[in-house]
T-cell receptor
């Protein structure tokens, strides 16, 4: 059973450019969330997708947008890149666990460097 | 702004020692999860606690959820070098927030032989 997969692994972009990151959830998981993890910080919630719609959003500007496809895979798009967007971008999919709560499983992340 | 405060931020111990990591908040969470993250990789789920006062054991790791569901602790007995990593706690609030996770900054643990 494949876990959450993300592509690409690493990416280097120039300030002002646009970037698209991709994620495939674990089999059977229909909800995908994206998180940004800056160096030395814990992950910060960007947004969550379910049934191809954005359901929840964290405190991120509109430069951050996303999409979910009918097969539950998802994309994260960031426009007008800033140096501060350099981070590890994590995708997570979730399932209702036997303990009575959602459990989120993370992919390996995409390391984005903006120069 | 991090809703969850973790302490200590860094911990360096020798193999065989015991340690406790704390995760505190002024907010109530419906569940709390602990993750371990290796450099350059995604967090790996260790445990989920749901009920106030709940204690869960995973081999040498013991997790506790506070009675008020605002705080949690992770205790490791007889630490091994393989326990080295970044330990993150994350709380989920409720359905209104989509159960999005709020993470602490993490505790970086180094266990030396």
């Amino acid at each position: 059973d494949a876990g959450v997969t993300q592509s690409p692994t690493h990416l280097i972009k120039t300030r002002g450019q646009q970037v698209t990151l991709r994620c495939s959830p674990k089999s059977g998981h229909d909800t995908v969330s994206w998180y940004q993890q800056a160096l030395g910080q814990g992950p910060q919630f960007i947004f969550q997708y379910y049934e191809e719609e954005e359901r929840q959003r964290g405190n991120f500007p509109d430069r951050f947008s996303g999409h979910q496809f009918p097969n539950y895979s998802s994309e994260l798009n960031v426009n007008a890149l800033l140096l501060g967007d350099s981070a590890l971008y994590l995708c997570a999919s979730r399932v209702w666990g036997m303990g009575g709560s959602y459990e989120q499983y993370f992919g390996p992340g995409t390391r984005l460097t903006v120069t | 702004t991090q809703l969850l405060e973790q302490s200590p931020q860094f911990l360096s111990i020798q193999e065989g020692e015991n340690l406790t990591v704390y995760c505190n908040s002024s907010s109530v969470f419906s569940s709390l999860q602990w993750y371990r993250q290796e450099p350059g990789e995604g967090p790996v789920l260790l445990v989920t606690v749901v009920t106030g006062g709940e204690v869960k054991k995973l081999k040498r790791l013991t997790f506790q959820f506070g009675d008020a569901r605002k705080d949690s602790s992770l205790h490791i007995t007889a630490a091994q070098p393989g326990d080295t990593g970044l330990y993150l706690c994350a709380g989920a609030k409720d359905s209104n927030s989509g159960y999005a996770l709020n993470f602490g900054k993490g505790t970086s643990l180094l266990v030396t032989p």
